[in-house]
């Protein structure tokens, strides 16, 4: 994929992020993530029901890149299985930490694969994916 | 100014984020390599010509301190790993056992997380209460405002000199007075304002003080506690071990050697120390009304040309510090910090460790430029015509 592609694909879910807004709904449940530097604060929200992501919804305060990845990872995951999420989540985790990964599982998420270059972005875009696998976990 | 003593400034980089950290000039990195390559030895302990010259060395730095900050004795100065702890002592070893519950401390919400924290952890064993004095429409504290929230049961105030968040400089002086009057301990966190102006612990009756040395062209790792020598005497060591002991037996008793040494437990930063003494020999050659002047002109200059840009919103332009925060139109701060970055500009985004300021301040995050004597107009145009390219600021996120 070309880098002006990229590029206006992130701009994209920057500027007009899917899935943002956090339900007022008790069957969400809501975990607050924020990286190191003080900076990126997001929260997701999802909806898992025998281990399935019904809805995936964030929210927050954060760079293009942390809210742009929040909003096509809640694309990504919406409908799917926490065993197919688990996969998915791996293969970005991997991807963007310059380790072998399986680009076929990560549709649109494959416009971050050259995030590893300003290593200052990594945790920008790692941060929802680590909000979304503590509620994914403690729903094994 | 100087800038030719800093070797990382041979690589082209402009350095805008002094209060997180500064640059160490030549003398400085040269002492320290002096120590570990000349004269390596423990301090306090040997009767050989090496050690000796480390006790030299080492307590000359204390004496350096106390009239670089002028104490009235060497026993006053204390060296920690820097303001954090040096602030933790200062709760934990002595407020732990001078404050009762019905006691008021008043802090502000624009301090640093080390003036606060320490703080909120003694007051939930202890139930002291903490007021935050309110900051003014401008984020400034005002000293009116500090006469009006004290009362009888007011023991503490702790403030920092100049707040790193938002760079405003309190007035010291009539806090220091204000405190004495009402038989009040102030407690200044002199981080943000030790390598940029002169601070006189006599002159403001400041009962504590704590300050880094990495913020004034020090190493990192590095501090000082300063306490007047009546409090000092009864702050409780957070730390037993070497080096604080006169004797100790089976039996269970001990005793602990005298000021300053009954507070440095253990091997201390010798390395740090004597380079602290290389920072402050470096800021008086310069001489700190020099740098605190020249930094009051160099940012009126990124003031006046900052205006110049469109889409700026600042925050704290009339302070007489070096600290400026801003953001770029609706560019999220952290977008345009990465972005100044491919200029070798580093600035930093964020809410800067004074994160209760943002129930103050209307905007949770915002860019911060903070100069030092090193920085120069020049540096400052390359910034100007970075902003300007203002468009360009997301063309970095692939």
Redesign the interface.
């Given at each position: 994929m070309d880098v002006k592609l990229k590029r206006d694909i992130i701009l994209d879910n920057y500027q007009n992020p899917a899935n943002k807004g956090l339900p007022n709904d008790e069957a969400y449940e809501k975990v607050n993530s924020r990286n190191e530097s003080c900076v990126d604060n997001i929260t997701v929200a999802a909806k898992v029901i025998d281990g399935k992501i019904e809805d995936v919804k964030f929210d927050g305060d954060a760079c293009a890149i942390c809210t742009s990845a929040s909003s096509v990872m809640t694309k990504e995951l919406k409908g799917k299985s926490v065993e197919e999420a688990e996969l998915i989540i791996d293969n970005f985790e991997r991807m963007i930490n310059e380790l072998p990964y399986n680009e076929e599982v990560l549709g649109e998420l494959n416009i971050y694969n050259e995030v590893y270059k300003q290593p200052s972005r990594k945790k920008c875009a790692l941060l929802p994916m680590g909000a979304i696998k503590k509620i994914i976990d403690e729903d094994d | 100014m100087n800038k030719e003593d800093f070797e990382i400034f041979n690589d082209n980089i402009i350095y805008f984020d002094n209060a997180a950290t500064t640059q160490k000039p030549r003398s400085v990195v040269n002492a320290i390599v002096e120590y570990y390559t000349k004269y390596t030895a423990n301090a306090h302990r040997g009767d050989y010509d090496i050690s000796l010259k480390v006790d030299e060395k080492y307590e000359g730095v204390r004496d350096k301190v106390k009239k670089f900050i002028n104490a009235d004795s060497s026993k006053e100065i204390i060296f920690t790993k820097g303001s954090t702890e040096a602030f933790n002592m200062i709760v934990f070893g002595y407020m732990a056992y001078y404050l009762k519950e019905d006691d008021e401390v008043i802090l502000t919400k624009g301090e640093h997380a080390s003036n606060i924290l320490p703080w909120v952890t003694l007051s939930k064993k202890i139930g002291f209460k903490i007021k935050y004095a309110n900051l003014a429409d401008d984020n400034s504290l005002k000293i009116e405002e500090l006469k009006n929230i004290i009362t009888d049961k007011t023991k503490v105030i702790s403030l920092a000199h100049i707040t790193n968040a938002i760079g405003d400089v309190r007035p010291i002086k009539e806090i220091g007075n204000l405190c004495k009057e009402n038989n009040i301990i102030f407690v200044l966190d002199a981080t943000q304002s030790i390598g940029h102006m002169k601070v006189d612990v006599k002159e403001n009756n400041i009962d504590f003080l704590g300050f880094s040395a990495h913020k004034m062209l020090g190493p990192t790792g590095v501090g000082v506690l300063y306490g007047k020598k009546d409090l000092l005497e009864k702050l409780i060591p957070l730390e037993y071990g070497g080096g604080m002991n006169i004797a100790f037996s089976s039996d269970g008793e001990y005793s602990l050697k005298e000021l300053p040494h009954r507070l440095e437990a253990g091997t201390r930063n010798i390395a740090g120390v004597i380079g602290l003494g290389a920072a402050i020999d470096y800021l008086e050659n310069i001489g700190l009304d020099n740098i605190h002047n020249y930094e009051i002109k160099l940012k009126k200059y990124l003031i006046n040309r900052i205006k110049e840009v469109p889409n700026i919103k600042l925050y704290n332009e009339n302070f007489e510090s070096g600290v400026l925060l801003f953001n770029v139109g609706e560019y999220?701060?952290?977008?345009v910090a990465?972005y100044l970055?491919t200029y070798k500009i580093c600035i930093r985004?964020?809410?800067?460790?004074a994160?209760m300021l943002q129930e103050v301040i209307c905007s949770?995050?915002t860019c911060r430029v903070s100069l030092y004597f090193y920085n120069t107009k020049e540096e400052i145009d390359v910034l100007i015509e970075a902003l300007k390219n203002q468009d360009k600021i997301?063309?970095?996120?692939?």
């Open positions: - | 999220f701060s952290q977008d990465i970055n985004a964020g809410n800067h460790c994160k949770t995050n997301l063309d970095t996120i692939v």
